[in-house]
């Protein structure tokens, strides 16, 4: 046999990034496939779940309480997606010992990384659709749905997905990442006001949820789902969560474009 | 195999016992050394999780008063109790298996009781400084006046052994750490959203509420909260049943699980 080893050509370009990207999504959505569907099952019960649950808990709610818990139920929905699954998705890879092989992959490790985030991204959606459903349904509020919701929960959801992305890479001990995640959860749904209005806060801890990304979410998204609810500037919550988005990306990209 | 001369086929109960004990100490200082870096993380994530369960949903819940301020409080030291027992233990025994530690425990010439004993005193350890934070949280918070009785020893104790042997049967009878972890996190689900841990059991729909007539969990904050409270309930004989029946079920089911050959 004989090798020509004359022309080496550096493949580049748009047109190679693409066919890259999508080869990886389809490697990434099989390597997952069992996960992914789980994931979906668990958002979906976890959704309509805390529904009932903050009901139970809760007791007798105004009408004006119920619409905050139907519109926060979206936000919980897709936050388990990005904050949770990512990192965890990615510290199955270093369990498995797959992490450093998906990086021999002669593909752009963008293309690799893109691949993950759109998967996550989009994957959040079904299920955070059918748990506002059901959220709606079993309160029967009153919901003004406008075209921002798109928006929104595109934001949302690639928000989560990128700051998952970047604690998955930056932090190196699967047990500190399911510490991390577990604390996430815990401040999620106990101590942010999602589900409930930010004035029932004291104000030092509501100070500190405008620095963090998770009562944004839930601004921008009950925004989109009624009318006159949201009293603070919406905008604002967009460009804190783009501050997010940004430092994420960043953190992943030093990460993921490091030579070991 | 041949036996050695020196050490007699069948020991002297004394002997056994006292071997039993050392197999005992030397465990538990095993898995507590083994994992000395974790024991802190767990043992302060309990109290955050005993406080911060108590204060956390005090901040969402619109009025709190005091019997929702005594359920909440009990509650937490309740789930304290069982998410050590049937959420810690199997994650540690899933943790082991994933790193490839857990054959080499069963492989050390140690009973394998003694193995399940050490790490349930492991669990006391990390429950108890949650389950004070917990209660002084709520005292401190809202007022509210505990009246401690004698039945919370036993109640305590057999709440988080049935939770503790129910976590070891989970962990040990499935195999894949992921699907233990699943196991565990939907078991979080349930018993803090589903369950009437922390809320009156009136709540539920009728249908869930008889379910966990035959569950443990219910039955462990009968006992614990009727422990701690004065006319907020009345445990019976029947929870007292109902808890021992599941410990022995779940104690079967760990010997069973932990004494086969792989």
């Given amino acids: 046999m004989t090798v020509t080893t004359d022309v080496i050509r550096v493949r580049s370009g748009s047109r190679f990034w693409a066919d890259a990207y999508t080869s990886m999504l389809r490697f990434e959505s099989r390597n997952l496939r069992t996960y992914l569907t789980i994931g979906l099952v668990i958002q979906l019960a976890l959704g309509a779940g805390m529904t009932l649950m903050y009901g139970f808990y809760f007791g007798d709610l105004d009408s004006a309480q119920q619409t905050f818990l139907v519109t926060g139920i979206p936000t919980l929905a897709l936050i388990p997606i990005g904050f949770v699954m990512v990192p965890n998705a990615i510290m199955e890879h270093k369990l498995h010992d797959t992490y450093d092989y998906v990086w021999s992959l002669p593909v752009p490790r963008s293309s690799s990384a893109m691949a993950t985030f759109t998967i996550f991204a989009l994957l959040g959606i079904p299920g955070m659709v059918v748990a506002l459903l059901i959220a709606w349904v079993t309160y029967d509020v009153d919901l003004v749905v406008s075209w921002s919701l798109v928006p929104a929960v ?102 993921v474009g490091r030579r070991r | 195999m041949t036996a050695d001369a020196d050490s007699p086929p069948l020991l002297s109960p004394q002997r056994r016992v006292s071997g039993w004990m050392r197999a005992y100490r030397t465990l538990f200082r095993w898995e507590l050394l083994g994992s000395r870096l974790l024991y802190p993380i767990l ?118 052994a049935c939770g503790s042997l129910l976590g070891s049967a989970v962990g040990h009878a499935i195999d894949r750490p992921q699907a233990t972890l699943l196991f565990t996190q939907l078991g979080i689900v349930f018993i803090i959203g589903f369950s009437p841990v922390s809320f009156p059991v009136e709540r539920l729909p009728h249908w869930l509420s008889n379910l966990h007539e035959f569950l443990p969990i219910h039955h462990m904050s009968l006992l614990v909260r009727s422990s701690l409270t004065e006319g907020l309930v009345d445990a019976t004989v029947k929870s007292w049943l109902v808890l021992a029946v599941w410990t022995v079920i779940a104690a079967t089911v760990t010997g069973v699980v932990m004494g086969r050959r792989a």
């Fill in chain 1, 154 to 255: 595109l934001f949302t959801s690639s928000i989560g997905a990128s700051v998952g992305y970047a604690v998955g890479h930056v932090v190196p001990q699967p047990r500190v990442i399911s510490l991390i995640t577990n604390i996430v959860m815990f401040l999620v749904l106990l101590f942010s006001p999602i589900v409930v209005a930010i004035e029932q806060f004291p104000g030092w801890w509501a100070d500190a949820h405008h620095v963090l990304p998770f009562w944004h979410m839930s601004v921008v998204i009950r925004a989109a789902l009624t009318d006159g609810l949201v009293t603070t500037p919406v905008p604002i919550s967009y460009g804190v969560l783009a501050i997010w988005g940004a430092i994420s990306g960043v953190a992943a990209a030093m990460i």
């Fill in chain 2, 43 to 160: 043992i302060v994530s309990q109290i955050l999780v005993g406080a911060g369960f108590v204060i956390g949903f005090g901040l969402l819940i619109p009025d709190v008063d005091a019997d929702t301020a005594r359920y909440l409080s009990t509650g937490a030291v309740v789930m304290s109790l069982i998410l050590v027992g049937l959420v810690v233990s199997p994650q540690l025994i899933a943790q082991q298996k994933m790193e490839g530690s857990y054959d080499y425990v069963r492989s050390m010439p140690v009973p394998r009781s003694a193995a399940l004993v050490a790490s349930m005193s492991l669990g006391l350890m990390v429950a108890i400084p949650g389950i004070v934070a917990a209660l002084g949280v709520a005292t401190m918070r809202y007022d509210i006046v505990l009246s401690v009785h004698t039945s919370a020893v036993p109640a305590f104790i057999l709440t988080l």
